[in-house]
Structure formats: C-alpha cells, structure tokens
C-alpha cells in the first residue's frame, strides 16, 4: 500500500506564507510526478500544482506567480511553497503521485487563510 503523508497546513493571515510537505515511499516517488491538488467546501478538486519526475512544473492559473512547487527526490519529498495567500486560497491540499497510469493520494491536510 502506497501512503502519501501531508504536512504544514494550518492557519494564516490573507498575504502570509505557508510551505506543505507531502512524504511517499521511494519505490516510487522518484519515477513520479508529484502534484497539489485543492478542494474548497462546495467545489470540485482543481489542480494547483505540479512537478515531473524531471523537474519540469506546471500551475493553475490561479495561484500562478504567488505558489512554487519542488521536489527532493533523495528525501522523497515534494513541497508546495504558498506566498501571497488569499481567502480563496483556503481549501483541502492533497498530495498526488502519479506513477505510470496509477494515481495515489494523500489524506489532505487544511489551509485555511482568514484574519
């Protein structure tokens, strides 16, 4: 069983910064790409981010210039820095790792951006 373990939610002022960690099993998380995904109360899943096993990222359009994705392939961790964060930003962050035509999921973890 592949287990993603998320890290770093928790609660911010609108224009502060969070980074979340997401932990998977080196058997596979060197050969694949790593992703963000959000879900707010009442809304589909969206992407925010994601990064391939070379490196090479892609963004939503709305957290474009504001969030960074990367990867520490010898640590087996993928990181989403989040700066400038707004009240649409609150949402559950999961953690994807898509490996060959297999996509596992972390169990989330809360962002929550209010003052």
């Known amino acids: 069983q592949v287990q993603l373990v998320e890290s770093g939610g928790g609660l911010v002022q609108p224009g502060g910064s969070l980074r979340l960690s997401c932990g998977g099993p080196?058997?596979?998380?060197?050969?694949?790409?790593m992703g963000w995904y959000r879900q707010a109360p009442g809304k589909q899943r969206e992407l925010v981010a994601t990064?391939?096993?070379?490196?090479?990222?892609n963004y939503g359009d709305s957290v474009k210039g504001r969030f960074t994705i990367s990867r520490d392939n010898a640590k087996n961790t993928v990181y989403l820095q989040m700066n400038s964060l707004k009240p649409e930003d609150t949402a559950v962050y999961y953690c994807?790792?898509?490996?060959?035509?297999?996509?596992?999921w972390g169990q989330g973890t809360q962002v929550t951006v209010s003052s």
């Open positions: 990064i391939t096993s070379g490196g090479s990222a």
């Open positions: 994807k790792a898509k490996y060959g035509v297999i996509d596992y």
């Open positions: 080196g058997s596979i998380f060197s050969r694949s790409t």
